[in-house]
């Protein structure tokens, strides 16, 4: 099947700092990639939907001065924390779907960032 | 709205144990239901879907069939393991491949 790669799987940082995390669909080109959030023990919220060399549509309530997304190829996405603090903390995953290369426009999730604000 | 309600958990089995995880949903079109699994440190992988009505989704002994008449996908498996054990998502999408709307998840323990 499909592999996306999420990269790093952990990071910790200081508040104030940014960080950016990597998604990068490795055998298919991805013309549609998705951010999502997951609190702990709780549900996947949609953050935003990243279509290759546009500007990435925001759900209600998400800060796109704060989570930056960019989507600058058909392989990889970024988002990027901005002045992160402890409340940012969270598990971060993304996915991607486009299907050229695929027989399907399923989409695939990447592993997946444990975000830690300290 | 989209939306889905997931049965609440956490869900605790003996082995070899009937698995129901119940999920049903709001839609206003005809979405494609999925049922995801997540391993503890993971990400989300797929474990079953079905695009249209009536259609039933399977995967390592766990089924899931789409009632349209009762907005269901409820999720079974007739045997679980101890290796069964993680989160389970039910999810909608109004297209194959779109955004995904999710269930709250529900957490599965298995006991040997």
């Known amino acids: 099947g499909a592999v996306v790669s999420q990269h790093p799987s952990r990071v910790i940082c200081k508040s104030g700092t940014s960080v950016k995390i990597e998604c990068r669909s490795l055998?298919?080109?991805?013309?549609?990639m998705f951010w999502y959030r997951q609190f702990p023990k709780q549900s996947l919220m949609l953050m935003a939907t990243?279509?290759?060399?546009?500007?990435?549509?925001?759900e209600q309530g998400v800060e796109k001065d704060k989570f930056l997304i960019n989507h600058a190829s058909l392989t990889l996405s970024t988002l990027t924390v901005t002045s992160a603090h402890p409340e940012d903390s969270s598990f971060y995953i993304c996915?991607?779907?486009?299907?050229?290369?695929?027989?399907?426009?399923?989409?695939?999730f990447g592993q997946g960032t444990r975000l830690t604000v300290v | 709205g989209n939306s889905v309600t997931q049965m609440e958990g956490p869900v605790t089995l003996s082995e070899e144990a009937f698995l129901t995880i119940n999920c049903t949903y709001t839609?206003?079109?005809?979405?494609?239901l999925f049922w995801y699994v997540q391993y503890p440190g993971e990400g989300l992988q797929l474990l079953l879907k079905?695009?249209?009505?009536?259609d039933k989704g399977s995967n390592k002994g766990f089924e899931a069939t789409y009632r349209k008449e009762t907005t269901s996908f409820h999720l079974e498996k007739g045997s679980v393991q101890v290796s069964d054990s993680a989160v389970y998502f039910c999810?909608?999408?109004?297209?194959?491949?779109?955004?995904?709307?999710f269930g709250q998840g529900t957490i599965l323990t298995v006991h040997p």
């Open positions: 990243s279509n290759e060399g546009s500007k990435a549509t925001y």
């Open positions: 999810a909608l999408s109004e297209w194959s491949g779109g955004k995904l709307t």
């Open positions: 055998d298919f080109q991805a013309t549609t």
């Open positions: 839609a206003t079109g005809y979405p494609s």
């Open positions: 079905a695009t249209k009505a009536d």
């Open positions: 996915s991607a779907a486009g299907g050229r290369g695929l027989k399907t426009t399923e989409a695939f």
